[in-house]
């Protein structure tokens, strides 16, 4: 369970300490669909939407792609 984790990340903080959704991800990446299990909670999607946000954008960054 992603709640009962602590993650640290050390890299440039591309959300400007803000909260994202699946949604924000789906807009600013490109993709045409993005589905979270309903046996996933709102505060799990939450950590998951900032944690898959920070990987997306490191990615994007060391490949030298736009988001």
């Given at each position: ?10 890299g ?5 300490g ?12 490109g ?18 939407a900032d944690?898959?946000?920070?990987s ?10 736009p988001?």
């Amino acid at each position: 369970m992603l709640i009962n984790q602590q993650y640290t990340r050390h890299g440039p903080d591309y959300r400007f300490g803000e909260q994202v959704t699946f949604l924000d991800i789906k807009q600013t990446f490109g993709f045409s669909h993005v589905r979270v299990g309903r046996w996933v909670t709102r505060e799990e999607s939450r950590i998951a939407a900032d944690l898959v946000f920070d990987s997306l954008a490191d990615l994007a960054f060391i490949l030298k792609f736009p988001p």
